[in-house]
């Protein structure tokens, strides 16, 4: 036994407080906050929309990340296992986490495929949606194009419309219509692969070294594409009214709801990553501190991000002579469609495509390679005797992103891109999805864990083993009534008041029924994991339902004693002693 123990491989720490930062960061400031925050803000109420959105950063946002990052530095475990330690009946939690964590895995690479495909393209000497005299201009499109001026927004907008369907995308008329393989996409895709790959073969011994690049390289990126969209002709005009407060707004459900879903999507809540990246913390790292500058990094970059966007979009509403409504968009199309157009525009356009295209490939490589390995660690503390040995990282690992390759190559097909849509609609930016895990979390945390052992809430576990101060009442307040509260009013919403609206390609092509039952197979395929885990687990305990009940909300006695505790044992104290001290005080609170 002491063989095998001694072949099973430490989990590891971060190098240094820097390398958790910079991941934690790489992770929540991704591509959401360049296409996303921008355009949400424009079209709710410019300034007045910070109103919603600061409310549900406040009873949301930094709550649950608090909370999510102090589970994983106090537990030192994964996504799924720090649940069964905590509270063994919310571990459903951690598998609809990493589900969600899977299909982001197998769809979200393809936009970084995307990318690098206009990357390679930025290197030439004409921009290829700068010219009409390209093999995917045919037909009626060529004839229309190539006799016009090529400074006409129109016009260049038909020729990158016609590069992303016809040449990235390869569309075909719909999902029915599988089509060939994009060849060139999937080379990109496997291109990107292996380099999310080496990024994270090693663990944090690899990942804390990589991110001090991709994470801040992009914010150099920024800062130059910032600074050369302000110096822009009618910028500063769009720039304005991109914050003009419209507080009639205000009393639209719908700005609400949207900006609770941008705090879940770009804060990264709920699917078990800040769990993961916190678990290689030191125990006594301050993570009460870090979660308030990482979570004002993050909306600190959305907003800044949104003056790099719109200055460059209102630079092409005032060439043009047209409201801004009709080059602003959110979506893929702004970083495939919209920019591309302006950069054609400007002076040196191969430099700021470079620019801007490096930018996109490093905030999804960040946000990618992190998701990956919040699975694999996951796995990897779930079965610790067989995964944790040496070099058996690294082929999981492998294994792992064959599987994920595997299962997108429908999304590099002709047909990939309505497969694509639906993941991306139903299976991983789904608001009523991740904002139903954020209800159990903060249900299970609050008041299962909270209630029946208050010595061991999450608050005072923070005070007396990570921060040595209890966190703000507000927090408390938060965990056990705002947060949930808030969450389920937006889930309501999204199930009932507003109309439902089937999801559409384009606003022109409608799925058929097959296609819109599988993308709510897709939904549901993990959010009913936490119901479905705590029934399984009450049916087949022992003993009464009571008694079930209350062993499947106790704490795994492993859990690691406080500093406090820990000084007033005695060093001839035997680990097993201390646990039966531990079990003796669990066993006395059940009764």
Not at 23 to 45: D, E, H, I, S
Request: glycine share 8%; hydrophobic share 45%.
């Amino acid at each position: 036994m002491k063989t095998i123990e001694r072949q099973i491989e430490e989990r590891g720490y971060w190098g240094s407080k820097a390398e958790f930062i910079l991941a934690v960061a790489g992770n929540v400031v991704g591509l959401g906050n360049v296409w996303r925050f921008p355009y949400l803000c424009y079209k709710y109420g410019g300034g007045m929309r910070c109103v919603p959105y600061l409310m549900f950063v406040a009873t949301c946002g930094v709550p649950l990340f608090l909370l999510e990052t102090a589970m994983g530095q106090y537990t030192q475990e994964g996504g799924i296992t720090c649940w069964r330690r905590l509270c063994p009946l919310a571990e459903g939690i951690g598998y609809a986490g990493q589900v969600i964590q899977v299909y982001c895995c197998m769809y979200y690479i393809i936009i970084l495929a995307w990318a690098l495909f206009y990357l390679i393209f930025s290197f030439s000497s004409q921009l290829p949606w700068a010219s009409c005299d390209n093999m995917w201009n045919t037909g009626d499109n060529k004839i229309n194009v190539c006799t016009c001026n090529l400074t006409s927004l129109t016009f260049l907008s038909l020729f990158i419309m016609s590069l992303y369907r016809r040449r990235v995308l390869a569309l075909s008329g719909g999902i029915e219509e599988v089509g060939k393989i994009n060849w060139e996409i999937l080379l990109c895709v496997v291109a990107m692969w292996i380099i999310c790959y080496f990024c994270i073969w090693k663990g944090v011994k690899s990942t804390g070294k990589v991110v001090y690049f991709t994470a801040t390289f992009p914010y150099v990126m920024l800062l130059v594409l910032l600074f050369r969209g302000l110096t822009l002709p009618g910028a500063l005009q769009e720039v304005v009214f991109y914050l003009y407060p419209e507080p009639s707004l205000l009393a639209d459900s719908q700005v609400w709801m949207e900006a609770g879903a941008q705090i879940v999507f770009s804060y990264s809540l709920s699917v078990g990553t800040l769990t993961v990246l916190s678990s290689y913390n030191k125990y006594n790292n301050n993570c009460y501190r870090d979660c308030f500058w990482l979570c004002l990094l993050n909306s600190g970059t959305s907003l800044v991000t949104g003056f790099a966007v719109f200055s460059v979009l209102g630079f092409m509403a005032h060439e043009q002579g047209v409201p801004i409504e009709e080059v602003a968009e959110s979506g893929p199309g702004l970083a495939f469609i919209a920019y591309p157009q302006a950069v054609a525009m400007m002076p040196f356009p191969q430099l700021w495509a470079v620019c801007f295209f490096i930018m996109i490939i490093l905030l999804g490589l960040d946000t990618h390679f992190v998701a990956v390995e919040a699975v694999v660690t996951s796995m990897m503390d779930l079965f610790p005797a067989v995964l944790r040995r040496a070099g058996r990282r690294e082929i999981f690992l492998l294994f792992f992103c064959l599987a994920c390759f595997m299962g997108q190559l429908f999304m590099v097909t002709e047909g990939g891109m309505y497969v694509f849509q639906l993941f991306d609609n139903y299976a991983c930016s789904g608001a009523s999805c991740l904002l139903l895990l954020s209800v159990f979390e903060s249900l299970a945390m609050g008041w299962i864990f909270g209630q029946l052992h208050t010595s061991y809430q999450i608050g005072l576990n923070i005070k007396s083993h990570i921060t040595n101060s209890r966190p703000n009442y507000i927090f408390m307040l938060c965990w056990k009534y705002l947060t949930p509260l808030v969450s389920m009013v937006s889930v309501s919403f999204v199930c009932s008041v507003v109309e439902y609206e089937p999801l559409t390609f384009n606003r022109w092509y409608v799925y058929p029924d097959w296609a819109y039952a599988l993308g709510w197979l897709l939904a549901l395929s993990s959010i009913l994991l936490v119901p479905g885990w705590a029934m399984g687990r009450l049916l087949a305990g022992k003993g009464s339902l009571k008694q079930r009940w209350l062993h499947l909300c106790n704490p795994d006695t492993n859990l690691p004693l406080s500093n406090k505790q820990r000084a007033g044992m005695k060093e001839t104290v035997s680990t097993t002693e201390i646990k039966d001290l531990v079990r003796l005080n669990v066993e006395e609170r059940e009764n």
